[in-house]
Every structure is written in structure tokens, then in C-alpha cells.
T-cell receptor
Framework: AQSVTQLDSHVSVSEGTPVLLRCNYS??????LFWYVQHPNKGLQLLLK??????LVKGINGFEAEFKKSETSFHLTKPSAHMSDAAEYFC???????????FGTGTRLKVLA | DTEVTQTPKHLVMGMTNKKSLKCEQH?????MYWYKQKAKKPPELMFV???????INESVPSRFSPECPNSSLLNLHLHALQPEDSALYLC???????????FGPGTRLTVL
């Protein structure tokens, strides 16, 4: 069965310090992996996606993620947090050949001034 | 353009009302989705349409009735809802080339 685990429900960082949001997945086949961000009462915005072209994926707003097959991880990073990064982040996997998407439980990022 | 639009933004309805949510995309995507999202939770899949046909129904109560009139439009008809149906309803479309979903801004539904 496919699954996604976001290892931290809450992460707090100071503005200007690095961000690390952790995601592990379980998938029988080569999955596609995504990170989405959701600001309060908004829809989900695509940050970045991994679809087997390159293991280091760059996204919008300075975020990037590295796909590590040996660790079944897809952690999201940003070198320097900004106040506007405060939001909920979802790691999502879709096994190839299906219409379904499996969401992690989300990580709430708080950025302290 | 990767925009999915949803109307209305907010909806308040009584338990005896009938209302509809609308979703539209012009990206040529042939799969469209309805999700329900409660506070502090990830979205829960409700329905998937593929090529205007219902392909997935996640055992959603019949008081929710989806409709896909054409490849750009997706509706969700609501009737006799319960207060626990209050939530953010999200529409998404899927780019089959990259398996990427694009989400609309959602409709915040409150059932009184």
C-alpha cells in the first residue's frame, strides 16, 4: 500500500534561518511526488514536483527538495525563511497509473520574527 | 496558465436548501476532482471525473451529487446537507503528462 508520512506536524523557525520539512513515502512503483503549500482559507499551491527527471528539484519561492530512493524520502528545504512562508505544507504522492493522490497529514510552518 | 476557478468563494446554506458549487479550468485537462477539507486536515477525495465520466466515488453520501457537463466544467450539487458537511471544498484538475494536480481556491461552505 502507498503511504506518505510527514514527520513533523509543526515546525518553527526564525526568519532568515533554514527550513527543513520532512517527508517519507512508501510506494511499490516509481511514484510522482509533490509538495504543496496552503495558506489559511486558500487552495493548495504547487511548490515543486519530482517525476524521475532529476533527484534535486527546484521549486517556486526558493524551495527545493531532494528525492532519495534509498531512504524513501523527499524532504523540502529552503535556505532562508521569510515571514510569508508561514503556512501548511503537504507532501503528496501519486503512484503511477492511478488517479488517486495520497496526502501526508501536513506540517504547519511558523516563522518567528 | 495553470488556473482553476471556483465559485462561489463562500456559501452559507440551511439543511433544506439546494445549492451548487462550480469549478472551471481551461488547461485541457481531462481529469477533474472534488475534495473536502476540514480544518487542520489534508484534503479528502470525494469524486474523480475522467473524460467527463465518473471514475471514482469515495462512498460519498448521495446528498452530494457531482456533474461534469463538459471537459472544462465540474459541478457539485448539494441537497439536504448536515452541519458536519461544513468544510472547504476544493476542485482540482490533473495534467496527465506530468501527473500534476492544480487546485482551485476552494469554496468555504457553512451548513446551518
Amino acid at each position: 500500500a502507498q503511504s506518505v508520512t510527514q514527520l513533523d506536524s509543526h515546525v518553527s523557525v526564525s526568519e532568515g534561518t533554514p527550513v527543513l520539512l520532512r517527508c517519507n513515502y512508501s510506494s511499490s512503483y516509481s511514484p510522482s511526488l509533490f509538495w504543496y503549500v496552503q495558506h489559511p482559507n486558500k487552495g493548495l499551491q504547487l511548490l515543486l514536483k519530482y517525476t524521475s527527471a532529476a533527484t534535486l528539484v527546484k521549486g517556486i519561492n526558493g524551495f527545493e527538495a531532494e528525492f532519495k530512493k534509498s531512504e524513501t524520502s523527499f524532504h523540502l528545504t529552503k535556505p532562508s525563511a521569510h515571514m510569508s512562508d508561514a503556512a501548511e505544507y503537504f507532501c503528496v504522492v501519486t503512484p503511477s497509473g492511478t488517479y488517486k493522490y495520497i496526502f501526508g497529514t501536513g506540517t504547519r510552518l511558523k516563522v518567528l520574527a | 496558465d495553470t488556473e482553476v476557478t471556483q465559485t462561489p468563494k463562500h456559501l452559507v446554506m440551511g439543511m433544506t436548501n439546494k445549492k451548487s458549487l462550480k469549478c472551471e479550468q481551461h488547461m485541457g485537462h481531462r481529469a477533474m476532482y472534488w475534495y473536502k477539507q476540514k480544518a487542520k486536515k489534508p484534503p479528502e477525495l470525494m469524486f474523480v471525473y475522467s473524460y467527463e465520466k465518473l471514475s471514482i466515488n469515495e462512498s460519498v453520501p448521495s446528498r452530494f451529487s457531482p456533474e461534469c457537463p463538459n471537459s472544462s466544467l465540474l459541478n457539485l450539487h448539494l441537497h439536504a446537507l448536515q452541519p458536519e458537511d461544513s468544510a472547504l471544498y476544493l476542485c482540482a484538475s490533473r495534467d496527465s503528462g506530468s501527473d500534476t494536480q492544480y487546485f482551485g481556491p476552494g469554496t468555504r461552505l457553512t451548513v446551518l
